[in-house]
């Protein structure tokens, strides 16, 4: 019975910590791995994680770094998901 109390308050701990339905962490979150706890992740699938930086992070100035107002403007401009599939195909990103 003990077992199960643990149990029970260790996955509401667990529970609490985790992002709502459809939100996912990102880079700056709390949660989000420290670089070195990246580089191990990395380790263990032989380097072949991919950091990204979202296409909108050029409308921010954190947690990126990238902010610039002309390319903000234009992503703006064009954002639609078929303008940006086709996007992705024509630079070879989608087969």
Known sequence: MVFLEALFFASLALAQDSPQPGCKYIHGDAQ???????????????GHLIQTVPLGA??????????????????????????????????GQIQ
């Open 58 to 91: 050029v409308c921010h100035y954190e947690p990126f770094g990238v902010f610039n107002l002309t390319a903000c403007d234009e992503l703006r401009k064009d954002w639609d998901f078929r303008h940006w599939k086709f996007k992705m195909w024509e630079m």
């Open 32 to 46: 989000w791995p420290k670089s070195e706890e990246w580089q191990q992740l990395n380790q263990t699938v032989s």
